[in-house]
């Protein structure tokens, strides 16, 4: 048999904490609705603590308390019952039947706040005392953040005419309270680590890590939001700021949406206008033979049809005229055999359907003219749109001929009449009088501006960083090359598969070039006139592309290629 000794094994620190997480004694209980009546639960109160039984126990005198309660009495006391002082000799056994009813009891508090949940007693979220018992729960005043419980006005005051209750921290009503106690140990979040920025209880203390209460860090924090007020109004502002600049360019955007939509709209819609009159013009003389034709064979219809009642009338007039025995009578009435003679002429009947292809070939290329000059209405819409995409092309002197001299911005490039000394090297172009831009270009879009001015001879173009530069070159798109030449003073090429002559209305002074790389687009516009020169499409670009030129070779007089500003 166990020792009255026993009853001091309990931690009575931790006896007291879980006295702290206890239901306080309602003074005012007999005033509610609780399902049960006051004598029963003044028979299910702990005498020590005034509460619902925790645990209950009974000694052999027949006295019930709570289990905590009565060790940490024995602590103090000779080891006799706090009622009746009767001496204890043993440790009680919990009293299972008290037990019972406790839970009957907290079922029905879990019943009655279920009802409150829906609206029963008191407004829609509105927290409810736990100590109450019944639907008539009354509304919780505080909650405490140690107990981990919600009072009512009532429960309140018993709370704190306790001294070892009054330094629990009490705050307005907590809707759920699981939410400030700890998830692995059930004990109030007292303490906030700052290395994992979380509240833990004193449980979750690790060695090592940085931890105050949760009041100093609360303190430091509330410290600081006159701070993150200013900083959060001024990333307000910042944004609201941002919000209407893109309302702006939403409304400059679509301005210049619209006007190139109406330009655009206006230029196509001539181009229809035309197209349509020319298809009026190369399908009337198709009519108008049509017609002809129809009438032709009406009139060769009607001469047939009429010949073929002749033919007829002849065969009634051979039928009367066989039995006649009066060779006069025969001879006179015999039909003429003229009309056997047009027979052979029969086959020449014929329905001419030919029209002039001369005039068609003219009204197709008058079309082709037409629609070209149209197209080129909308070169300085296109203009407008790929400036956006300008870049700061610069000359790389490490790969150009050593005829070529490459100015100290690396914006001009010009025949320097012989052969430099340069340093040798293996992306040095050896034959060709040509050099390429520093830029790799692999993504996106890219334009950039040349001047040409008078010269008689240039490239303009973008090949790859790897491509050949030594020996003779081949400039065309197999061999990566996309260039356009100006050669012999007045000669423009394409520098396709097979080379392609163009055929320029004025000589340009300012080219441009742009680069679409996922389009595979190359194009090339004669600034000067705003007109579109040429443009490589569906090309096939992997790697690196750089800007390419070439001055050519000016014995008489060097005039560079000029990279502008846009």
Not at 34 to 61: A, K, M, Q, Y
Not at 86 to 101: K, M, T
Not at 256 to 278: D, F, Q
Request: aromatic share 6%; with cysteine; net charge negative.
């Amino acid at each position: 048999m166990d020792t009255m000794g026993d009853l001091h094994g309990d931690n009575p620190r931790a006896n007291e904490s879980l006295m702290s997480l206890r239901p306080i004694p309602d003074p005012a209980r007999s005033a509610q609705p609780s399902g049960l009546s006051l004598p029963v639960e003044r028979h299910l109160s702990c005498p020590i603590c005034n509460d619902l039984f925790l645990d209950p126990v009974t000694t052999c005198c027949g006295h019930s308390f709570c289990k905590a309660c009565l060790n940490r009495n024995a602590m103090y006391s000779d080891n006799s019952c706090p009622t009746c002082r009767q001496h204890l000799s043993r440790i009680p056994e919990v009293n299972v039947i008290l037990e019972g009813l406790l839970q009957d009891l907290h079922q029905a508090r879990l019943e009655a706040r279920g009802q409150m949940a829906e609206g029963s007693a008191g407004r829609p979220r509105e927290v409810v005392c736990d100590v109450c018992i019944g639907p008539g729960a009354r509304k919780a005043l505080m909650s405490c953040l140690v107990c981990l419980l919600s009072y009512c006005r009532a429960h309140l005051e018993g709370h704190n005419s306790r001294n070892r209750l009054r330094g629990h921290r009490m705050v307005a009503p907590v809707e759920n309270l699981d939410d400030r106690a700890c998830p692995e140990h059930g004990r109030p979040l007292e303490l906030y680590c700052r290395d994992s920025d979380r509240c833990i209880c004193v449980l979750c203390v690790e060695e090592g890590r940085e931890v105050v209460s949760v009041e100093k860090e609360w303190e430091e924090k509330r410290g600081q939001l006159n701070y993150l007020e200013v900083t959060f109004q001024g990333g307000i502002a910042r944004r609201r700021n941002k919000l209407q600049e893109i309302r702006s360019s939403i409304r400059v955007s679509q301005d210049h949406l619209r006007r190139e939509r109406t330009n655009i709209n206006g230029i196509l819609s001539s181009l229809i206008s035309y197209v349509e009159i020319a298809k009026r013009h190369v399908l009337l003389p198709m009519d108008e033979r049509s017609q002809a034709v129809a009438r032709r064979a009406e009139e060769l219809k009607e001469q047939l049809n009429n010949k073929i009642e002749e033919l007829r009338k002849n065969i009634s007039d051979l039928r009367c005229i066989s039995d006649t025995e009066d060779p006069i009578y025969f001879l006179q009435n015999f039909p003429s055999t003229q009309d056997l003679d047009e027979e052979n002429n029969l086959t020449e009947i014929a329905l001419d359907a030919s029209t002039s292809f001369g005039t068609f070939r003219s009204i197709i290329k008058n079309l082709m003219d037409e629609i070209l000059d149209k197209l080129e209405l909308l070169t300085p819409i296109e203009l407008q749109r790929i400036v956006r995409f300008a870049v700061d092309v610069k000359l790389d002197p490490s790969t150009a001929h050593p005829r070529l001299i490459v100015s100290g911005d690396e914006k001009e490039v010009q025949d320097g009449g012989g052969i430099q000394v340069v340093p040798r090297g293996a992306q040095r172009f050896d034959l060709y009088s040509c050099v390429l831009g520093r830029n790799r270009l692999t993504s996106g879009k890219a334009y950039w501006q040349v001047e040409v001015g008078d010269k008689l001879g240039w490239d303009l173009g973008v090949t790859t960083v790897t491509s050949q530069r030594k020996g003779k070159l081949v400039f065309k798109p197999d061999t990566n090359y996309w260039v356009i030449a100006h050669y012999d003073g007045d000669g423009y090429a394409a520098m396709t598969a097979l080379p392609k002559k163009l055929a320029l209305k004025a000589k340009p002074k300012m080219v441009g070039v742009f680069l679409d790389y996922e389009e595979g687009l190359v194009s090339f516009y004669d600034l000067t006139s705003s007109l579109h020169i040429f443009s490589f499409t569906a090309c096939v670009f992997s790697g690196e592309l750089c800007p390419y030129f070439s001055p050519h070779n000016e014995l008489d007089e060097g005039r560079p290629l000029v990279i502008t500003a846009v």
